[in-house]
């Protein structure tokens, strides 16, 4: 079964993210996530996730990695008959953009 989760932007929409393929999930920038796809086309198999600043008091970053890999496995492990799942409310950020690159 395929998942999704969706965010919803005040500027771009409901936005959705697979959950099918995902390898990894990285902070790539203060406001910039990457999750990495094990996909047969090179130009799409990563997406960016741009959000609002995600810096501690000590110059970490990377709270939202965190979150968003707990929602990816929960969503995972949830009922075939929720195909998306939406995460807006559950994350720490708000969520501005998706790319692709």
Known sequence: ??????VDTANNGNLLIPVNGI?????????QIRIKYD??????DIFGINHTADVDDDGKIGSMVDVL?????????GR???PVVNIT????????????S
Request: hydrophobic residues 50%; proline residues 2%; glycine residues 2%.
């Open 69 to 77: 890999r707990k929602l990816v496995i929960d969503a995972a492990q």
């Open 80 to 82: 075939w008959s929720d």
């Open 1 to 6: 079964m395929v998942k999704f989760l969706q």
């Open 23 to 31: 390898v990894f999930i990285e902070a790539y920038l203060a406001s």
């Open 89 to 100: 409310s559950l994350l720490p950020k708000t969520i501005t953009n998706i790319t692709l």
């Open 39 to 44: 996909g047969q086309y090179a130009a799409n």
